[in-house]
């Protein structure tokens, strides 16, 4: 039962370098979201996707590209990548907000940007 | 917009202790609540909800009631255990998506 599996879970890249974090979930479900955790910051949303080919921009957007082609898969793409991006990355979906709030979330992916 | 405040961390408690994490926010309409669990090397994990005022979710020996007049959802637990050392976050849903606190850091010491 894998729930939310992100890849990579590690990754070191130097500054200017491009990378994509794939979420990927079994759960069929429609949701799907990209958070940052930043030490006294909590979680703020990046990106997320309500259904298979749709975006849409959260509250820390800049500097960062997705795309949800297929339904189970939501990728995230740094294309020139900063040490302000330095970060865990946590992706999580669900059915819909409005009926549960109950997120899934994966296991993280840390990025470090030198 | 909608924000959610919670009380500053780290908390440290002896274990048996009562646990307190205070959350107040700030929103449009009427949201739903939550609080998750964040166990160390780990996602965030629901622990527990309130969808409407004076409900009150409970799991796991955790409580909070969703107080309207005050806009809080305080988390209370009457005896933390070692294994409840983890980061707590508050959040409530606003459309599509959940707004999160800064999350409270919890350590309990045997």
């Known amino acids: 039962n894998a729930g939310v599996t992100q890849t990579p879970k590690f990754r070191v890249l130097k500054t200017g370098q491009s990378m994509t974090l794939l979420c990927a979930q079994d759960?069929?479900?429609?949701?799907m979201y990209w958070y940052r955790q930043d030490p006294g910051m909590g979680l703020r949303l990046i990106h997320y996707s309500v259904g298979e080919g749709t975006t849409a921009k959260g509250e820390v957007p800049d500097g960062y590209n997705v795309s949800r082609l297929k339904k189970q898969n939501f990728l995230l793409g740094l294309e020139s990548a900063a040490p302000s991006q330095t970060s865990v990355y946590f992706c999580?979906?669900?059915?819909?907000?409005?009926?549960?709030?109950?997120?899934?979330f994966g296991e993280g992916s840390r990025l470090t940007v030198l | 917009g909608n924000s959610v405040t919670q009380m500053e961390g780290p908390v440290t408690l002896s274990e048996e202790a009562f646990l307190t994490i205070n959350c107040t926010y700030t929103?449009?309409?009427?949201?739903?609540l939550f609080w998750y669990v964040q166990y160390p090397g780990e996602g965030l994990q629901l622990l527990l909800k309130a969808t409407k005022a004076d409900d009150k979710g409970s799991n796991k020996g955790f409580e909070a009631t969703y107080r309207k007049e005050t806009t809080s959802f305080h988390l209370e637990k009457g005896s933390v255990q070692v294994s409840d050392s983890a980061v707590y976050f508050c959040?409530?849903?606003?459309?599509?998506?959940?707004?999160f606190g800064a999350g409270t850091i919890l350590r309990v010491k045997s």
């Open positions: 759960m069929n479900h429609e949701y």
């Open positions: 959040a409530l849903s606003g459309g599509n998506k959940l707004v």
């Open positions: 999580a979906s669900n059915m819909a907000t409005r009926d549960t709030g109950e997120l899934f």
């Open positions: 929103a449009t309409g009427y949201p739903s």
